[in-house]
């Protein structure tokens, strides 16, 4: 099981970018996946959350309203799409995967069983 998370660069406030989050070795619609954040000195975070079919979501209330979570199960990826960016939303926003049959969603990283390597995302005028 390997995620590679991607798309993460600099950005300016109130700009937007689009995180990506690609499965190898399963099939990416048998997991449930979360986004996650860490920023410089501060304990990880999480950011938005999807169960297998998509048809569920959940976000924390920082980012509710600007960030969009999906999922395109036939291209094994997840997606976070974030807009109006602010300055703290800058960190190393990883992807994680659990497998699950119940059809939920889950927000908090001991949940997880994978985890990518990380995007750096800074946002910086």
Do not use: H
């Amino acid at each position: 099981v390997q995620l590679q998370a991607s798309g993460g660069g600099l950005v300016q406030p109130g700009g937007s970018l689009r995180l990506s989050c690609v499965a190898s070795g399963f099939t990416l619609d048998d997991y449930a996946i979360g986004w996650f954040r860490q920023a410089p000195g501060k304990e990880r975070e999480g950011v938005a959350c999807i169960n297998r079919g998509g048809s569920s979501t959940y976000y924390e209330d920082s980012v509710k309203g600007r960030f969009t979570i999906s999922r395109d199960n036939a291209e094994n990826t997840v997606y976070l799409r974030m807009n109006s960016l602010k300055l703290e939303d800058t960190g190393v926003y990883y992807c994680a995967a659990r497998a699950d049959r119940g059809g939920g969603y889950f927000r908090y990283s001991s949940d997880y069983e994978s985890w990518g390597q990380g995007t750096l995302v800074t946002v910086s005028s």
